[in-house]
């Protein structure tokens, strides 16, 4: 089955700097990587998706990069701020299995002021 | 519009006792996925279900099963409840069955004694 490894565990920013995620997967096949925030004891909620057929996607200060080949995608969250503390989770699915998703271990990610 | 909600949002159980968890989902939404959140970890799959069929199953024993219902809520239910069920049940809903957003709920968090 699909494996998401992720790194860092954690990471820690200044406020105003980058950050950079990154996670790889096992499974050829998958075609489909989501970017979810959680918030302390609140739900996961997607902040950015990309599937396959596409390199790269932007919203704002949020930036996901894929390499198909090397079988890995990275989040990029430039000027960071305060309330981009969180714990931020990858994510890979395939088309055979429907809309399950393998997570990755989570990164917690601490900007401070 | 409501999110995802689930009940109850916290509960105690003891080992050997058997739990329900509920979810609805969000209107218009015909597949409910379960994941189960172990403290420091991802989510892990366990459940998907569109249209009222099971369409996935993760690797989680058979003391777990689930279903869904006409109006498309499901239940969660889990027997002979061991220590290491502790955890927060995510539950999920998505317009089809096919690589989108899961839209989670705030979870369930059974903490088994």
């Known amino acids: 089955g699909e494996n998401v490894e992720q790194h860092p565990s954690t990471l820690s920013v200044q406020e105003g700097d980058s950050a950079v995620i990154k996670c790889t997967y096992s499974?050829?096949?998958?075609?489909?990587f989501p970017w979810y925030k959680q918030e302390l004891g609140k739900r996961p909620q997607l902040i950015i998706d990309?599937?396959?057929?596409?390199g790269e996607k932007k919203d704002q200060r949020i930036a996901v990069t894929l390499n198909k080949t090397a079988k890995h995608f990275s989040l990029h969250i430039t000027e960071t701020q305060p309330e981009d503390s969180a714990v931020y989770f990858c994510a890979a699915s395939y088309p055979a299995a429907g809309n399950k998703l393998t997570f990755g271990g989570g990164t917690r990610v601490l900007v401070k002021p | 519009d409501a999110g995802v909600t689930q009940s109850p949002t916290h509960l105690i159980k003891t080992r050997g006792q058997h739990v329900t968890l509920r979810c609805s989902p969000i209107?218009?939404?015909?597949?409910v996925s379960w994941y189960q959140q172990v403290l420091g970890q991802g989510p892990q799959f366990i459940f998907q279900y569109y249209e009222k069929e099971e369409r996935g199953r993760g690797n989680f024993p058979d003391r777990f099963s689930a279903r869904q219902f006409p109006n498309y809520s499901s239940e969660l239910n889990v027997n002979a409840l061991l220590l290491g069920d502790s955890a927060l049940y995510l539950c999920?809903?998505?317009?089809?069955?096919?690589?989108?957003?899961?839209?989670f709920g705030e979870g369930s968090r059974l903490t088994v004694l």
């Open positions: 209107s218009g939404h015909k597949s």
């Open positions: 990309i599937r396959s057929n596409v």
């Open positions: 999920a809903s998505s317009l089809d069955r096919f690589p989108g957003e899961l839209f």
């Open positions: 499974d050829s096949a998958s075609n489909y």
